[in-house]
């Protein structure tokens, strides 16, 4: 595997499921990102780890919680969601934090909350 | 606060036109850098370039170029010749310099590209 992988591509949920989205980085990165892309809406930046330490959290509903175990692996665990939470779920990843460097982003998790 | 306008929401073109995709920014920053992203429908944000405050020079890379003119802060893209495989959004982004968090991309609502062959 190389770049930037998520896993599902697409999952349907339940209001009252819990489910986990999967980024993991091939690059040797040290700072992943997850974006929240809603349909005719600019990308919205939600959590940033740096060194597997949250840096960011951009006033997200704690019924999204994020993970970090190292900085190959992101996680974004989902509960108890609404419908409007349905979007394109984006991981991305950069060398470290700086304002220069470019963030690589994976091909996103399409979510679907019923 | 930073803020990216790509006025042009959706463009569409025959095949072999060639096309520019607006970007115009705001920043407070003298220090700041400009990027652009292509989003194929497999949904996964592809990057193009990245371009420095500093540096002004047009950058041209096969069918693609970039124009960055400071005075009117715009960053726009052309493609030349245009393919169908350049059906795409395009977004244009800014790296903003945060005090707490390192760097942050603020991005442009983007540009749907539909070229038709």
């Known amino acids: 595997e190389t770049g930037v992988t998520q896993t599902p591509r697409h999952l349907v949920m339940g209001m009252t499921n819990k489910k986990s989205l999967k980024c993991e980085q091939h690059?040797?990165?040290?700072?992943m990102y997850w974006y929240k892309q809603s349909a005719k809406k600019p990308l919205e930046l939600m959590f940033v780890?740096?060194?597997?330490?949250?840096?960011e959290n951009n006033s997200v509903p704690s019924r999204f919680s994020p993970e970090c175990p190292n900085s190959s692996h992101l996680f974004l665990h989902l509960h108890t969601l609404q419908p409007e939470d349905s979007a394109l779920y984006l991981c991305?990843?950069?060398?470290?934090?700086?304002?220069?460097?470019?963030?690589?982003f994976g091909p996103g998790t399409r979510l679907t909350v019923l | 606060a930073q803020k990216v306008t790509q006025a042009q929401t959706e463009i569409s073109v025959v095949e072999k036109e060639d096309v520019t995709l607006d970007c115009v920014y705001e920043?407070?920053?003298?220090?700041?850098?400009l990027f652009w992203y292509k989003q194929p429908p497999s949904g996964e944000l592809v990057f193009l370039i990245r371009?420095?405050?500093?540096?002004?020079q047009n950058e041209i890379s096969g069918r693609y170029s970039w124009n960055f003119q400071k005075s009117t802060s715009s960053f726009n893209f052309t493609i030349t010749a245009s393919q169908v495989v350049d059906s795409a959004v395009y977004f244009c982004?800014?790296?903003?310099?945060?005090?707490?968090?390192?760097?942050?991309?603020?991005f442009g609502e983007g540009t749907q590209l539909t070229v038709n062959p």
């Open positions: 991305a990843s950069s060398q470290d934090w700086a304002q220069y460097v470019t963030q690589y």
């Open positions: 690059l040797g990165h040290n700072a």
């Open positions: 780890y740096n060194f597997k330490e949250q840096t």
């Open positions: 920043t407070r920053d003298t220090t700041y850098y």
């Open positions: 371009r420095n405050s500093f540096d002004e």
């Open positions: 982004a800014l790296s903003e310099r945060r005090e707490t968090s390192g760097s942050r991309l603020t």
